[in-house]
């Protein structure tokens, strides 16, 4: 049973437009929410985080929103840039601790 | 400022060998993580150590593997006997226990290949 699931595995977005990754999860005891951005042959790095007591979380060109009652958070990118081309994967949490991942969303920007 | 440090990045070692993948969290970091990516099962996670101490090894696929962290610098990941199956990366990852973010700072990974 997938309790973190990202059901596109990849988009391909325009340079300058806005990139929007979904995630969707299953379980409701979840309360820590994050994003992470891997490259070929390096380990995932931490992207942005948003705590379930928060809708929106927002840091630079980035933002995460969260709509608990749909058990669904998204990422945007905006304006997506070549650099962003990647794989990001969502990940959950209860209680900051053990992260449950989903599959990864392939992202590539087109110039 | 070192992030964290796994070795060896890749290895490659026939079925029934023992393997060994080890690593060096973030200095100050208190809880510790091992990984386990595959294209069939993603990024799954195998044990996590907080202050040293296993807390949850209920991914650990079964009684090959076994994880030790001896100390607040080290931890080692061991398969033994090794099987084709467990072909993957793996990574650790480290964090600090109550930050405000929730997140994890992963290593590079090692890339385990087993003829």
């Known amino acids: 049973d997938q309790q973190v699931k990202q059901n596109s595995p990849s988009l391909s977005v325009q340079e300058g437009r806005i990139s929007i990754l979904n995630c969707d999860y299953t379980?409701?005891?979840?309360?820590?929410f994050l994003w992470y951005k891997k490259y070929p042959a390096e380990g995932p790095t931490f992207l942005i985080s948003?705590?379930?007591?928060?809708d929106k979380n927002e840091d630079g060109r980035f933002t995460v929103f969260l709509n608990k009652s749909a058990k669904h958070l998204s990422l945007h990118i905006v304006p997506s840039q070549p650099g962003d081309s990647a794989v990001y994967f969502c990940?959950?949490?209860?209680?900051?601790?053990?992260?449950?991942f989903g599959q990864g969303t392939r992202l590539t920007i087109n110039p | 400022d070192a992030g964290v440090i796994q070795s060896p990045r890749h290895e490659v070692t026939e079925m029934g060998q023992e393997v060994t993948l080890r690593c060096k969290p973030i200095?100050?970091?208190?809880?510790l993580f091992w990984y386990r990516q595959t294209m069939m099962r993603g990024l799954e996670l195998l044990i996590y150590?907080?202050?040293?101490?296993?807390?949850?090894d209920s991914g650990m696929p079964e009684d090959r593997f076994s994880a030790k962290m001896p100390n607040a610098s080290f931890s080692t990941l061991k398969i033994q006997p090794s099987e084709p199956r467990d072909s993957a990366v793996y990574f650790c990852?480290?964090?600090?226990?109550?930050?405000?973010?929730?997140?994890?700072?992963f290593g590079p990974g090692t890339r385990l290949t087993v003829t």
């Open positions: 948003i705590s379930s007591i928060k």
């Open positions: 379980n409701s005891m979840f309360d820590y």
């Open positions: 990940a959950a949490s209860q209680g900051a601790q053990k992260l449950v």
């Open positions: 150590f907080n202050n040293n101490v296993p807390i949850d």
């Open positions: 990852a480290s964090s600090l226990s109550g930050s405000p973010k929730g997140e994890q700072y």
């Open positions: 200095s100050g970091h208190n809880s």
